[in-house]
């Protein structure tokens, strides 16, 4: 499928968004750009836009295989991914299977402990109040979603997991948490974004090394191996 990319939509931390002659299809553009602690630190992580493009092309691929509906149509080259126009859903979704980052400081936890069941955590996606921690109570306050919508968010974060969690330990991976975005297409919830070493945290099963952007987070080094041993993996 060709199609000619237009005007840029929208640009963030680490995509850039371009129309299409359709309408209903966007280009989706993956930056080198890096940010943390809300784009306080920024940087430039070499090669991270073509591995987080096509580390989200599998993975979008698997979870379509299993029933998650997505944004997802076709990687078109190294950087860019044609998906479906979606109307984001402002509330991040993080799913946590290990204590680890702000989960462990906010609760004073021990990083590494397992949480079984894992849990869901809602973000408000705010870039001026950093994103906070909301419940379901403030997003019904705040008009986010309606009920039935958050409901559905849960049980696909769930569903993800339960599909994800396998997929990487069978390539020696621990996922420990990672962040999720929905959105609204036609009138149906479903998976935009991306699902990267830029949105999710992974450990090495062995090592219990960081495979992620925490690795720029912290300045911990070898930053773009990390995340090209996360290409090698997924990929193959």
């Known amino acids: 499928m060709t199609l000619m990319k237009g005007s840029m939509l929208y640009e963030g931390k680490a ?18 750009d890096a940010t943390a602690f809300n784009a306080q630190k920024k940087g430039t992580i070499v090669e991270k836009g073509v591995v987080n493009n096509k580390v989200s092309e599998k993975l979008f691929r698997l979870l379509d295989a ?17 998906t479906k126009k979606v109307r984001i859903v402002p509330i991040e979704v993080v ?16 990083e590494g402990e397992a949480i079984a069941p894992p849990i869901v955590e809602f973000y408000y996606k705010h870039d001026a109040l950093g994103d906070p921690l909301i419940t379901e109570e403030h997003i019904r306050l705040l008009n986010l979603a309606e009920p039935a919508m958050v409901g559905q968010i ?49 450990w090495d099963q062995k090592t219990k090394e960081s495979m992620d952007k925490d690795r720029f987070r912290k300045d911990l080094g070898k930053i773009e191996e990390a995340y090209q041993e996360v290409l090698k993996r997924v990929c193959g």
């Open 154 to 202: 849960k049980e696909l974060a769930f569903t993800i997991n339960r599909i994800l969690t396998p997929f990487f330990q069978e390539r020696n991976m621990i996922l420990v948490d990672f962040k999720l975005e929905f959105g609204r297409h036609k009138g149906r919830l479903i998976l935009a974004d991306e699902i990267s070493p830029d949105t999710c945290r992974f």
């Open 95 to 110: 799913v946590r299977n290990i204590i680890a980052g702000s989960l462990a400081k906010r609760l004073g936890l021990k």
């Open 66 to 82: 299993g029933g998650v509906p997505t944004h997802f149509i076709e990687r078109l080259n190294d950087r860019e991914m044609l």
């Open 15 to 32: 995509k850039k968004i371009f129309e299409t002659v359709d309408p209903d299809r966007v280009i989706q553009y993956f930056k080198d």
